[in-house]
Each structure stands twice: as C-alpha cells, then as structure tokens.
C-alpha cells in the first residue's frame, strides 16, 4: 500500500516562530487533507488540498501532486496550535479510502 | 449544522461485554467512515459506507467487530465480545464526496 510519510515527527517551537510540515507519499493520490487533532483529541479540518496553494489565516499549505509532497506553514505560531498535525491522502486506486500519516507533534512554548 | 456526532463519549466496560458505538453523520453526507486510533497503530480505516451500503470493510481487524448504517442520519460500530486491545479511540467521520469531516470519538476503555 501507499507510503505517507511526515516530518518532522516532533517540533518545538517559540510562539511567534514559523515552521514548515512535511508529506510525502508514495503514490499516486487523488485527494489530500490537513488536519489538527488537538489536546482535547478532536481531529479539526484545516486543508482540503488535493494540489496547488490555499491560505487561511496564518496557516496555508501547497499540494505538488506530480512530486508527490504536500507543505503545512505555520506563521506567526501560538499556543493553541499545539496539537498533532496529520496528513491524509486517498489514492487513486482506491476511491475514499484515506490512508494517514503518523503525524507531526509541535509543541508551541509561550 | 451540528457536525459529526459520536455517542457515547467515553466508554468503560470490562473484558467480554458487548459495546455498541453511535454516530450521526452530517446531513447530506452520502460517506461515512469508522476509524480507530491507537498510539502503537495511529489512525486506520475499520470500514467505509456509501449510501447506507458497506463499501470496504477489510480494515475491520476480526468477526468481533461489525458496523451497520440502517438509514443515512445513523450507523453503529459493535464489538462482542470486548477484549482489552480493543482500547482506542474511535472516530466516526463523514465526507458529501471527498472531504472526510470527523467527530469528537469515542475513547473506549476495555478493562
């Protein structure tokens, strides 16, 4: 099956600070998804990405589908982006199935 | 709209009881999916419905765990019987086409 691999695994960072979270997979992919499970455990949407650039607020991601990466930036972090963030992806040969990466845990320090 | 809604939030039960999970999509979402999380395995797919219908159920981990939808507003995920490595958390989520939309999970102790 499909590889999704994430980086870095673990981030600390100063409030303030900006970081950059990566994706990667193996295979081909129709769709990807960003999310933020926070403290409390709840899996929060933030990116439905399947590929180019989207912006919301201090956060925007880029999908590059044909070299097979996705990119989480965090500007301007605070402490309520601490969480665990996750990529999903659903490949191409197998509609709706979403396969998940590990996660990266960022730990944002006031 | 309300979102996802799991039921019951927290769940303890001892070894070899029955334990039945509940969830409410979105209305007019036609997918919804059971994930279970684990710290060792982390997020995997049990089983995935696409109009009421099970679609792919081959992440169900054995014949202890069953999932029904009997209409497009519920579906259930039944374990019988329980056994510790059952412990996790489980996420309900639903998706109108592509984007998967989750609940807040069941954390589920099996004691």
């Known amino acids: 099956g499909i590889q999704v691999e994430q980086s870095p695994p673990d981030l600390i960072l100063q409030e303030g600070a900006n970081s950059t979270l990566r994706c990667n997979f193996s295979?081909?992919?129709?769709?990807l998804q960003w999310f933020h499970q926070n403290p409390w455990g709840q899996l929060i949407n933030l990116f439905y990405i399947p590929s180019g650039t989207k912006q919301n607020g201090r956060l925007s991601a880029t999908t590059v589908a044909t070299e097979r990466y996705s990119l989480l930036y965090i500007s301007s972090s605070q402490t309520t982006d601490s969480g665990v963030y996750f990529c999903?992806?659903?490949?191409?040969?197998?509609?709706?199935?979403?396969?998940f990466g590990s996660g990266t845990k960022l730990n944002v320090k006031p | 709209d309300a979102g996802v809604i799991q039921s019951p939030r927290h769940e303890v039960t001892e070894m070899g009881q029955e334990v039945t999970l509940r969830c409410k999509p979105i209305?007019?979402?036609?997918?919804l999916f059971w994930y279970r999380q684990t710290m060792m395995r982390g997020l995997e797919l049990l089983i995935y419905f696409n109009n009421n219908v099970p679609i792919d159920d081959s992440g169900m981990p054995e014949d202890r765990f069953s999932a029904k939808m009997p209409n497009a507003s519920f579906s259930t995920l039944k374990i019988q019987p329980s056994e510790p490595r059952d412990s996790a958390v489980y996420f309900c989520a639903s998706s109108p086409l592509n984007e998967q939309f989750f609940g807040p999970g069941t954390r589920l102790t099996v004691l």
């Open positions: 209305s007019g979402h036609d997918y």
């Open positions: 999903a992806v659903e490949v191409t040969y197998n509609f709706n199935k979403f396969y």
């Open positions: 295979d081909s992919v129709n769709n």
